[in-house]
């Protein structure tokens, strides 16, 4: 039995961090959609995927401005790109897209390789991948337009890692800040289910039943609503997690256990749960089923194992 119970305070535990990973990503898709992160991080790979950053050559604005890859936002790359974050979160003036089809960027970069628009330079990256790319494929137009599209493929798996990079410190800090202002303590958790064996079993039904409730990959599902409905279900499990933090003013005479108690206890357990919020909801589910999986084999074995013999 104590073997089946630390599975069941895993389960919980996971169960837990799930919610957290959860409202955590909503709020992560929030703020990138505020900041248009996807969006930025895309113009930052293809200026310098083209060797133009900075759009000094004015190449990088005649790819966006270009009709092929224009038509997926509204305005023209000046207006948008100029703007600071912060007149962009206001006044929503940034509005270049968040992604461009492969086959888009290449019949534009090719267009405009070829007749260059005036007072525009053509970057040296450019002019060398082009040569390479024309080289290779016998100046054949199908097989340059692939390989140019192939080029402009392995420069946004680059820009997917930084976007990945930039998500995952967004989801430690909110983490963090969820972990304290929702007194989400993992060590504080963790012992309650370790002690209270009815708070365990409705917590473990409560993983069972979310495990088993069929969802769809396809269903898009609203951040805000998506945070109300992780946190509702987070609280109605019995734990004590809500809004507002635990810590109070420490006493006039406070000691070393008032510290270590109500300071750098829950400190600890607050930052455990910002590093698991990282690894992101879809983790957190799939070891919660593996360890549903698990359970579920121990139990009828150890049920075999306490019914007496019949001899």
């Known amino acids: 039995m104590f073997g089946s119970d630390i599975l069941d305070i895993a389960i919980g535990v996971v169960f837990v961090f799930l919610f957290a990973s959860l409202i955590c990503s909503a709020i992560g898709e929030l703020i990138s959609s505020l900041l248009k992160l996807r969006a930025r991080e895309l113009q930052r790979g293809i200026g310098e995927l083209v060797g133009d950053p900075t759009n000094a050559t004015r190449f990088l604005e005649q790819i966006y401005d270009h009709g092929l890859v224009n038509g997926l936002f509204r305005g023209n790359y000046r207006d948008s790109a100029n703007v600071t974050m912060l007149r962009g979160l206001l006044s929503r003036a940034y509005r270049l897209p968040s992604y461009v089809p492969p086959k888009n960027f290449a019949l534009a970069l090719i267009q405009i390789v070829r007749d260059p628009p005036p007072g525009v330079t053509i970057p040296q990256n450019v002019v060398t991948a082009v040569r390479a790319i024309a080289s290779a494929a016998g100046n054949d137009f199908e097989k340059i337009s692939t390989g140019i599209e192939q080029w402009y493929d392995s420069a946004m798996d680059r820009v997917a890692g930084w976007y990945k990079r930039r998500i995952q410190c967004i989801l430690i800090v909110t983490g963090l800040l969820l972990a304290f202002f929702v007194n989400i303590d993992i060590l504080a958790i963790t012992r309650m289910l370790s002690e209270d064996s009815a708070l365990r079993k409705t917590v473990v039904a409560a993983a069972q039943a979310y495990a088993n409730t069929p969802r769809s990959a396809g269903d898009k599902i609203d951040p805000q609503q998506a945070i109300r409905t992780s946190y509702n279900e987070l609280k109605d499990l019995g734990l004590p997690v809500c809004f507002g933090c635990t810590w109070g ?53 150890e049920k075999s194992q306490e019914e007496p013999s019949k001899d």
């Open 249 to 301: 003013w420490p006493p006039k005479w406070s000691d070393a256990v008032w510290w270590r108690d109500r300071f750098f206890t829950p400190l600890v357990g607050y930052l455990i749960t910002a590093f698991a919020v990282s690894f992101g909801a879809p983790f957190w589910f799939d070891l919660l089923n593996r360890l549903i999986v698990v359970r579920s084999t121990v139990k009828p074995r």
